[in-house]
């Protein structure tokens, strides 16, 4: 098939990429001419594994493309995929959706007729069902198709998701969908099809389901710090629950990205203008847990350090908001480095990917080139993204660095028995003072 996608950010290129390896003609729109530049060379806007790579080797077959001319993609393909940004409202939690109704306006006059616009853009319920009046009026038809995308595993999750949803009104469109994704579903992905409105509303309940859980666990490492349990034994025990799963049972300074925080704002604000106050309230204190685990991150850091850290170096290991990615949007790492900056602590960071963007985004930091570097005469040292590097750190080796033995684990996946058998003061969120506690 030949198809456009219609925004080449981390979703839109990522998709592009994707249907041409499944052997689609694709073509990728953007208005920036220094992406489209950057990608028709081969060189991928953002990290993310894998995907680099095969954009090179698609770009060589012959089958992939992008250009900044939205006519002659329109010229090129029958379908439309649009991956358009949805950001929060600088003045409220409410999406912005002028990039989404802009596109849509300039689109519409070049569709021919029987075309299908596919939006994968995440957008308040009933969006779908107002753009797809005009996308019918020019004789072109509308699905909704939520993505699922995890940074960090973005290939993995198009080319091989645990389900395909696809919400429509037409059997038109019902046939063009099940040809664009008949390599996925072939190997045993399921298809879930449904109407519009439902099609968006379960790309933010899943959303808000997983921001539900990890705050509900960083709730309970604040049960576990009041009463003197230890949050890593108590999630273990859970994780054995099938009801319950060990996915997303991992406590820390919670949740963050482009996508996650933005989503459940705009999830609450669409259902208190829906009238449904007890979502909207929800949601609203899953978001305030999830500030609060950054802050507590702070709070154990002070306490380390005897009560201030005005004056105190700290060692701030991560700035992307997960590992495997070079977001740092919304970054809990971030976030907790900005707060003790403001305190007057002199804050050294750094990131395996992520350095470019976080100095871009906090240029009032100190940045390092190396673990090393920044752990040199280091009074505490702040774990913050649970990189693989990080976690191989050795405690004997990293102590002979830093001017004193102080941790916090912000993500609770440091073995806490090892760092404090190696003459360290481990805190982490929720987890237990004692020798025996394992991390």
Known sequence: MKLSVIGTGYLGATHAIAMAAVGHEVVGVDRDPRKIADLNAGRLPFYEPDVAELLLDRLEAGVLRFTTCLRQAAAFADMHFICVGTPQQLDGQAADLRQLDALVDDLLPMLRKGSVVVGKSTVPVGTAARLAARVE???????????????????????????????????AARAAMDDVYAPIVAAGTPVVVTDLATAELVKVAANSFLATKLS???????????????????????????????????????????????????????????????VAELLGVVDAINTDSRRRAVRLARELCGGDLDGIR???????????????????????????HHEGA?????????????????????????????????????????????????????????????IVDGRCNLPAAVWRNAGWDYAAPGVGRSASATG
């Not at 198709?145 to 949803?165: K, M, Q, S």
């Not at 100095?359 to 702040?382: E, F, G, H, N, Q």
Request: hydrophobic residues 50%.
């Open 216 to 278: 509900f666990v960083n709730m309970m490492a604040r049960m576990c710090e009041a009463a003197g349990a230890d949050v890593l034994d108590l999630t273990g025990a859970l994780g054995f629950d099938r009801r319950i799963g060990d996915q997303y049972l991992q406590p820390g300074i919670g949740f963050g990205g482009g996508c996650l925080p933005k989503d459940i704002r705009a999830f609450a604000a669409s259902a208190a203008e829906l009238g449904v106050a007890d």
């Open 346 to 406: 002199a804050v050294r960071v750094y990131d395996p990917e992520a350095m470019h963007n976080a100095k871009d985004r906090c240029p009032m930091l100190t940045y390092a080139s190396s673990v090393p570097d920044a752990c040199a005469d280091a009074d505490i040292v702040m774990h913050l993204t649970d990189w693989d590097e990080f976690a191989a750190l050795q405690p004997a080796e990293l102590a002979t660095i830093v001017t004193h033995r102080r």
């Open 314 to 340: 700290v060692a701030v290991l991560g700035a992307a908001f997960k590992p495997n990615s070079d977001d740092v949007r919304d970054s809990p790492a971030l976030a907790v480095a900005l707060a003790m």
């Open 137 to 171: 009026s020019v004789g072109a038809q509308l699905v909704w198709n939520p993505e699922f995308l995890r940074e960090g595993h973005a290939l993995a999750d198009t080319l091989h998701p645990d389900r395909i949803v696809v919400g429509l009104r037409g059997a």
